[in-house]
């Protein structure tokens, strides 16, 4: 089994910066790609950014995309998510998310594993 533990969520105010991390645990594959998504209530869990193995690779959703920046360290089995300049409309519970192999992954259906979420909080 693989396991996925995310930290770093907390109350922040509008236009601060936190920064999110994820540890990978467990049967993970030798190589797997990762990515976060977000969840804010009463919406779709959404695709916020995703890294290949290599970190060659790296996708961001149009919302976040100048603002956040997603990076991993393999030696740490870790993928992070520095998140700057955060809205109100960035509230919601993170979760990281990941997958076998080398390629990126979008979709969150690509996922066959999930960590239990972290929430984030922008006050106006």
């Known amino acids: 089994q693989v396991q996925l533990v995310e930290s770093g969520g907390g109350l922040v105010q509008a236009g601060g910066s936190l920064r999110l991390s994820c540890a990978a645990s467990?049967?993970?594959?030798?190589?797997?790609?990762m990515g976060w998504f977000r969840q804010a209530p009463g919406n779709e869990r959404e695709f916020v950014a995703a890294?290949?193995?290599?970190?060659?690779?790296?996708s961001y959703a149009d919302s976040v995309k100048g603002r956040f920046t997603i990076s991993r360290d393999n030696a740490k089995n870790t993928v992070y998510l520095q998140m700057y300049t955060l809205k109100p409309e960035d509230t919601a519970v993170y979760y990281c998310?990941?997958?076998?192999?080398?390629?990126?992954?979008?979709?969150?259906?690509?996922?066959?594993?999930w960590g239990q979420g972290t929430q984030v909080t922008v006050s106006s």
């Open positions: 890294i290949s193995w290599s970190g060659r690779s790296i």
């Open positions: 467990g049967r993970t594959s030798s190589t797997y790609a």
């Open positions: 998310a990941l997958k076998g192999g080398l390629a990126i992954a979008t979709m969150k259906g690509q996922y066959g594993y």
